[in-house]
């Protein structure tokens, strides 16, 4: 891993300057800037590994890899000599008019070979939002190409997350992000998520994901099989608090998808690059898409990268069209962040990681994380590889949750961060997507953590009784 990790320029810089200017200048994603201002922003300078370090100098262990991302960990020198490589060779050109460029040719290959299926054809984008947004325009243009322009209306799920921009933030499902901007917009649809523990009923898990798929099939009926062109899904919904459907469910939706003629997209954004413990989510949930979307992982968010991965059925459609598919950004293809994707997929591959998260340190961290199933908070432990959630509740056996107004997960996660450990808090849950490379005993440190948040909120809770 990387050598001296030095940030020249910072040494007469303070967090108060930091936190100062941030406060007058800096809008945050998904934050509400009175609290922040209250609160004061950390501010992160550098990474190495696993961990990050503050403007105080105080160690973090990142148990969310950035934003679920981080795959390969920081401070690869590799990745930064190839970004330095190419910034040198060919920093920039663009992909439209007849043009490409080695690294963008190079990883649509790589891509073609490493996703499962007939998954051949690459559409590059910058953010996760962008390929979903772009997805959706593949999807129409598709069904107008086939001549059958009614088939328009796309269904995703309660709980799902896929991304901010309008379409991107119509098909996701996590309805707080709608009211502020007057979505989803018209021809998009939500169906309840495989959540067991959130379902009130008394199904065992298989026959509960065998309900759950049964819900798609009851909407695209109430729509009209002949006006449903897709259904997204994130193989296990991350944002909307690590979802791991029963592994009846994806196969079930698969045949109700291909039953009604319904495209089927897997949102990979998380999933994907080995957070499941293998390259991407649908194949350890058992299921293959005519479309994927890809961020995040595929250059493990050392620079933004994304893109649309389409299967023979559309790329066949849209290539046969004599006609110019009207859609393309600036970035799309960016010769460096194609050249990081490869150095970091080289990287994925030549250490094992997928491997070593399918066979050692995912089985470890889940086996860890089932350790705490039993304390008196907890109501569920779920996950898969290295994505894993502990879900708070009151009581277990009838799945009752706390008081929302509590915040029981966010004081769970904010004694995580007192004590150096990054976990993200979900409603009363506590998500964890460590680095892939996280070792044993960086994960005992995370759940040794956990369970401390979790006996400390316990005793505070009693304390309060
Ligand atoms: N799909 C999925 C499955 C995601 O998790 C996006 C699309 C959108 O990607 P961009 O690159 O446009 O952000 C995401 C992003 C959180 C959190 O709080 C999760 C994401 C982003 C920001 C915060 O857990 N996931």
């Known amino acids: 891993m990387g050598g001296q990790v030095t940030n020249t320029g910072l040494e007469n810089k303070t967090t108060a300057y ?276 890809i961020a995040k992982g595929v250059s493990s968010s050392y620079v933004p990268l994304s893109a649309v991965l389409l299967g023979e059925r559309v790329a066949d459609v849209l290539s046969a069209a004599d006609d110019e598919f009207a859609h393309g950004f600036t970035y799309s293809g960016h010769p460096v962040a194609c050249a990081v994707a490869l150095e970091n997929i080289r990287i994925l591959e030549h250490e094992g990681i997928v491997d070593s998260v399918r066979h050692k340190t995912g089985p470890y961290l889940q086996a860890r994380l089932r350790e705490l199933a039993d304390h008196p908070l907890v109501g569920e432990v779920r996950g898969v590889g290295m994505i894993g959630a502990i879900e708070l509740a009151a009581d277990k056996a009838s799945r009752t949750r706390f008081d929302p107004d509590l915040k029981l997960g966010v004081r769970c996660r904010d004694h995580c961060i007192e004590k150096g450990v990054i976990v993200r808090a979900v409603r009363d849950i506590m998500v964890l997507a460590p680095p892939l490379i996280v070792t044993e005993e960086q994960i005992d440190r995370i759940v040794e953590t956990a369970q401390s948040a979790l006996d400390t909120v316990a005793r505070d809770l009693q304390q309060a009784a």
């Open 18 to 293: 930091w936190q100062a200017l941030d406060r007058a200048h800096h809008v945050h994603p998904f934050t509400n800037h009175a609290e922040l201002a209250a609160q004061g922003v950390r501010v992160i300078t550098r990474a190495e590994g696993v961990y990050l370090w503050d403007s105080d100098g105080n160690r973090l262990l990142d148990g969310l890899a950035g934003l679920w991302s981080v795959n390969v960990g920081y401070g690869r020198k590799e990745i930064a000599d190839a970004a330095y490589r190419q910034l040198l060779d060919l920093p920039y050109y663009n992909t439209f008019f007849q043009s490409t460029n080695p690294p963008a040719v190079e990883l649509a290959a790589k891509l073609a070979e490493i996703t499962p299926g007939s998954l051949k054809h690459v559409f590059f984008a910058n953010s996760g939002s962008e390929a979903n947004d772009s997805v959706v325009k593949i999807v129409r243009y598709y069904w107008n190409l086939c001549g059958r322009p009614e088939k328009k209306t796309i269904i995703g799920r309660r709980h799902g997350y896929h991304g901010v921009t309008l379409a991107a933030a119509s098909l996701s499902g996590l309805s707080f992000m709608h009211p502020q901007a007057d979505l989803p917009l018209p021809g998009f649809e939500h169906v309840d998520a495989p959540y067991w523990f959130d379902h009130e009923g008394d199904m065992d898990p298989d026959a509960f994901g065998l309900h759950a798929a049964r819900a798609l099939e009851e909407k695209i009926l109430a729509l009209g099989p002949d006006r449903v062109a897709a259904f997204i899904g994130e193989p296990i919904q991350g944002a909307g608090g690590v979802i791991v459907p029963p592994a009846s469910y994806w196969p079930e939706v698969q045949r109700i998808c291909a039953k009604y003629d319904v495209l089927l997209i897997s949102d990979e954004v998380i999933c994907g690059f080995g957070r499941t413990g293998a390259w991407f989510g649908c194949e350890t949930l058992g299921f293959t898409p005519d479309l994927m979307t």
